[in-house]
């Protein structure tokens, strides 16, 4: 089953705000609003950041956010900051899977 | 606060069956809010759903590894096993297990991640 699809990498300075973008179809992110997105640090289990498109998991910090539009999801990071560098990974409910699918993975690099 | 664990053998070798535990602790797995899942993540790729199973036996699996998975929950144990058979090269990964929404079907808790080796 094919993957969502991101950037490879987004970079930026500290104190600035980025956003990854993550691609579906109408068969995923364009008729649900089952997307979540997961930080990873190397060699570590992944961490939910966002659930439902929006919501926060307790302890999350506020300076991530997320949003959707059509086919596409996005995570957005505002005050950036050292520890933000890790990679991060979107996924949907998929119709034809039943099984979330994930997307390709993004690596944040702070300037 | 919940913890999952996972254990198993780091080697597997080709044609064999891979057999992974995740201990749950600081919760049960006859949540019913919640499934209990397994997933791989090869070296330097990203994340792959292999299945996730409810303790009341409705479990989904990835397609792409439908014939040879099952996941199983034991609640008098509290765990849940995963089971993939006929292992080739092509299977080594860390494997994670995770507790899945039943409602949004988000990850919100990670077992710490085994690596798994299939090799002669």
């Known amino acids: 089953q094919s993957a969502l699809t991101q950037p490879a990498s987004v970079s930026g300075s500290p104190g600035q705000s980025i956003t990854i973008s993550c691609t579906g179809t109408s068969g995923d992110i364009g008729n649900y609003n089952y997307v979540s997105w997961y930080q990873q640090y190397p060699g570590k289990a992944p961490k939910l950041l966002i659930y439902e498109v929006t919501k926060r998991p307790s302890g999350v910090s506020n300076r991530f956010s997320g949003s959707k539009s059509g086919n596409t999801a996005s995570l957005a990071i505002s005050g950036l900051q050292p520890e933000d560098e890790a990679d991060y990974y979107c996924s949907s409910y998929r119709t034809t899977s039943i099984l979330e699918v994930f997307g390709t993975g993004t690596t944040v690099i702070v300037l | 606060q919940l913890q999952l664990q996972e254990s198993g053998p780091g080697l597997v070798k080709p044609s064999e069956t891979l057999s992974l535990t995740c201990s749950v602790s600081g919760g049960s797995v006859n949540s019913s809010g919640f499934f209990w899942g397994w997933l791989r993540q090869p070296p330097g790729k990203g994340l792959d759903f292999i299945g996730t199973?409810?303790?009341?036996?409705?479990?989904y699996y990835n397609p792409s590894y439908e014939s040879r998975i099952t996941v199983s929950v034991d609640a008098s144990r509290n765990q849940f096993s995963l089971k993939l058979t006929s292992v080739t090269v092509a299977d080594t990964a860390v494997y994670f297990c995770?507790?899945?929404?039943?409602?949004?079907?988000?990850?919100?808790?990670w077992g710490q991640g085994t690596s798994v080796t299939v090799s002669s």
């Open positions: 199973m409810h303790y009341s036996g409705a479990g």
């Open positions: 995770a507790r899945r929404s039943a409602a949004g079907g988000e990850l919100d808790v």
